[in-house]
């Protein structure tokens, strides 16, 4: 090293004990994105068996094949949890063979609950098939739509958030909002036959809950009032409550932990809605008021002017 | 294996049985997407020379470079074609030669398209640098504007929608929604000239027709009026006209098969356009109404009080 | 070749010399892509130790990981901006040994900045832990919050756009931004304790100041007022002025190179603000009118109907 590279070295080794908030030196390693990342795509192979293998999905192996990657998930998956719980604050002074026992019930009663999953997961697919004229087949919306990549997503992640897993929940779900866009809290409850559409910029918070039979568009958010108070709010519901059989359109922001839109009620785009909806109401904003200028005669070639980004 | 994964095993399979419509057992795979993402790739790397490869193009040696490229989308591209057709429902009794072939023409009648795709293609980089100040060059744009990758596979996707290919158009689509957060389906018609700055939360519907010199912004919804008849809709054109140099600013929705933006309207920023509107005109949200308070002279230290998520 | 495959490859090798805007034959390569990702995932472990790595980061062998980051760092991205500076058209005639020392002395000037930009990065994870109920750590923050990836990237992105580096600044940016929806322009001005919750579809434009202690919510624009000059516009400051201490909630526009928002100022969610705003003041959007219809004692089961996609 030159005398220069040996400053710089310094410099920074003073800064990474003046800012050890974003350092972990000499701390086990929480969880391996990759390894959570490849385990959830294994996941989404075992849900979805045939749509995203390489080759054919023969039945008549289909028993080792799913042994197989029963395998993979329970051996991988629990050296995650084992090292997320390890992490936890709380768990310092858990002895390692509590942890390793505790991540082993976790994951087992996890896989138990996969047919459920799967259950959810094929009413969400008839209901996107239903609710979109642009759908030409179910196989089309497996394959293609975000917004069913995020529902599995998050049916995986949610199901280790109520085992109060710590960070895998939220690893795994901010690898599905990179991809898509949709943005779902782990902690939301959410019901069958579920569907996003297009799904760029929804926001579904952690306390949210949401009905069966409910169809949300791009740019949505189920969020909270803010008050400023940040983490005095931990664990509140802060988010609203969705209804079975309701419609909220493009752009739509419903906030509010005591704001509930009833069953059936529909909710047209662009609005703000803070306050609770009756079953069955249709709400939109009011008539959208725009201004046109210059009338079309008195417009001179390029004349016109623009006025927003 | 031990009787409890013995048993988790069986509970799977049955699911499987139940739940088949998200099962593809004993079916060929349809089609692959890690092979349409590298022919994609490779489609750019074609259409804008010297700018994606990892050395120098070189005149003297390019014809057999591209030469190199065109075998390997061909032959990829094909058997991609041939499982996706393979896989439609309406040509399950078609013959494998039959299908080899349809999916020879697709593919040598795409090819053909390339040139014209380079024209579009260099219209829009145009208009990109023409559009935006915070543009310093062209190679700038190609290199690193969303837009321009989204429009670029757009442009691919269509060409293969028009020939009525299944799945591939969608699959390739998405890829670059997930990548870009722009959601162009393959199936709208768009002109020359097109651009779109930052793009984040654009959608742009299956049956929109989008003129020449067209620009719009992050959130902009091209997008359907929904009567709650999903299916009943396929074919209906629901998404909106938009004429020739149009600018629709950001997080506008222009919705319905029936609404036509005439030749140089701008439609501002946040607006919601539901009807027609003519040409020439400049169309904006009704001065934003706003409420301040408190008044600065009201105010005391701290104690305004936050609205909203 | 066949006959056909040589009349294919004669008629693209046309459109390369028609519409060779969008060609780089016989030039050197700009940059490479993935090499820059590669060093931005290196900055990223080296700015957060023991986070992104793979084994345990360990006190005693710190400074030794230290040094070998800085050699890969320092060696890559030399190359990389020696590349860009070469191709930068005012550099045209510039010696290749003036290039290589321009890129050394970069280089050099920003490794210099990394413990600055560490202290700015502790600033912005603390800011997001106080701000969001939902953060169970602060090191579920640094994993897992895709504000916190935008912001380190353009924290990095923003001192090599300062010492001018050509195009490097903004493809690093567009990683970030097709990582998590959030498109930072690297020419912006941030100051410490930045907070961007959720974040897709956030645009910050390239001649925004923001002070310190500001939060801003999923869509939130901070753009600029377009009057259809494009290039003519490039150096004026066409985007907003934002003080210490204001909160902006999600989907507001804020837009104008002479808008001002004063510090402690509170935005509320959708609004579209072009004029200044005072220090202190609370702005909505005024009571947002809805329409409620059909009253629920009118409605028949099924009789509603909704409005828009």
């Given at each position: 090293m030159s005398n220069n590279t040996e400053n710089t070295v310094n410099t920074i080794l003073e800064s990474y004990k003046k800012h050890d908030l974003i350092c972990r030196i000499d701390e086990d390693n929480i969880v391996n994105k990759d390894t959570l990342i490849k385990i959830v795509e294994e996941l989404r192979r075992l849900l979805f068996p045939g749509f995203f293998d390489k080759n054919k999905v023969r039945s008549e192996y289909i028993r080792y094949l799913l042994g197989e990657r029963l395998e993979f998930i329970q051996y991988n998956l629990k050296k995650q949890v084992a090292k997320a719980l390890g992490n936890n604050e709380n768990c310092a002074e858990c002895e390692r063979s509590e942890i390793l026992a505790a991540a082993d019930e976790i994951v087992n009663n996890f896989i138990q609950k996969i047919p459920t999953i799967r259950e959810y997961l094929a009413t969400d697919i008839q209901a996107a098939y239903d609710g979109?004229?642009?759908?030409?087949s179910t196989d089309e919306i497996i394959f293609c739509y975000p917004g069913v990549f995020a529902i599995t997503v998050y049916r995986i992640a949610h199901e280790l958030f109520i085992m109060n897993v710590p960070m895998i929940p939220r690893i795994i779900s901010e690898y599905a909002h990179s991809a898509t866009g949709i943005d779902i809290h782990p902690g939301a409850t959410i019901g069958k036959h579920f569907f996003i559409d297009h799904g760029t910029g929804v926001v579904i918070g952690e306390t949210t809950v949401i009905g069966d039979n409910v169809k949300i568009y791009q740019g949505v958010t189920l969020g909270g009032l803010s008050t400023r108070k940040g983490q005095q709010l931990?664990?509140?519901?802060?988010h609203p409550t969705i209804g079975n059989n309701v419609t909220i359109y493009s752009g739509t922001s419903v906030l509010g932990g005591e704001t509930v839109i009833g069953d059936g009620a529909t909710i047209g785009g662009n609005a703000f809605i803070v306050n609770s909806v009756s079953a069955g109401m249709k709400v939109s904003v009011?008539?959208?008021?725009l201004e046109y200028s210059p009338s079309p005669s008195q417009?001179?070639?390029?004349e016109y002017w623009d006025w927003v980004i």
């Open positions: 979109d004229p642009a759908a030409y931990k664990g509140v519901k802060r009011k008539n959208p008021q417009l001179k070639n390029n």
